[in-house]
Nanobody, 124 residues
Framework: QVQLAESGGGLVQAGGSLRLSCSAS????????MGWFRQAPGKERDFVAG????????YYADSVKGRFTISRDNARNTVFLQMNSLKPEDTAVYFC?????????????????WGQGTRVTVSS
């Protein structure tokens, strides 16, 4: 099992930036995918971005493409989500999650281990 801990959420004005971190521990990650999801109040949990641990390949939801960047630090077993040009509609609780294999799935049910989430609020 993998333990995940998110940090970096907070309150920011529209147009601002935040960087989320997801620290992972518990097993090796050479053949896994790390994903970021978000859940706004009253809505389903949506895929945001994912990174393949082995080669750094990435995939983004259309809603964040060009504004968010996902990256990884292999030495620290940490994944980052740099969020720029934030909009009020980005307000949500952000979760990181892992799944085995090489496919960056956008379906949350295919991810096994989840963090507790970190709240991001973007004011207009």
């Amino acid at each position: 099992q993998v333990q995940l801990a998110e940090s970096g959420g907070g309150l920011v004005q529209a147009g601002g930036s935040l960087r989320l971190s997801c620290s992972a521990s518990g097993r090796t990650f050479s053949s896994t995918v790390m994903g970021w999801f978000r859940q706004a109040p009253g809505k389903e949990r949506d895929f945001v971005a994912g990174v393949r641990w082995s080669d750094g390949g990435t995939y983004y939801a259309d809603s964040v493409k060009g504004r968010f960047t996902i990256s990884r630090d292999n030495a620290r077993n940490t994944v980052f989500l740099q969020m720029n040009s934030l909009k009020p509609e980005d307000t949500a609780v952000y979760f990181c999650a892992t799944r085995a294999g090489a496919v960056i799935s956008t379906m949350d049910r295919q991810y096994v281990d989840w963090g507790q989430g970190t709240r991001v609020t973007v004011s207009s």
